[in-house]
């Protein structure tokens, strides 16, 4: 069992920024898939960003140019840094976890970028 724990969420104004962390509890963290995905009031929870144990990163459209994931082995963590924030990405955040058919998800923590 994985435990993710998020941190870094906040109101923000529009054009602003944020930095989203997760911490993982597993020592084998870095044969995992990491990824943020959120969910805004009324919509169905979407991808957001991931990066695999190589590094190679994949993004939604909507993020692309604006947002960063990173992530380091060394201390179970991955981070999206957020640049240039807009009033839709309002959402909740959930850190992703994932190796082969085994998925784990973070409590969530709230982004809300104010117009």
């Known amino acids: 069992q994985v435990q993710l724990v998020e941190s870094g969420g906040g109101l923000v104004q529009a054009g602003g920024s944020l930095r989203l962390s997760c911490a993982a509890s597993?020592?084998?963290?870095?044969?995992?898939?990491m990824g943020w995905y959120r969910q805004a009031p009324g919509k169905e929870r979407e991808l957001v960003a991931t990066?695999?144990?190589?590094?190679?990163?994949n993004y939604a459209d909507s993020v692309k140019g604006r947002f960063a994931i990173s992530r380091d082995n060394a201390k179970n963590t991955v981070s999206l840094q957020m640049d240039s924030l807009k009033p839709e990405d309002t959402a909740v955040y959930y850190c992703?976890?994932?190796?082969?058919?085994?998925?784990?998800w973070g409590q969530g923590t709230q982004v809300t970028v104010s117009s």
């Open positions: 992703n976890a994932r190796l082969y058919t085994y998925v784990y």
């Open positions: 990066i695999t144990t190589g590094s190679s990163t």
């Open positions: 597993e020592r084998t963290f870095s044969r995992y898939t």
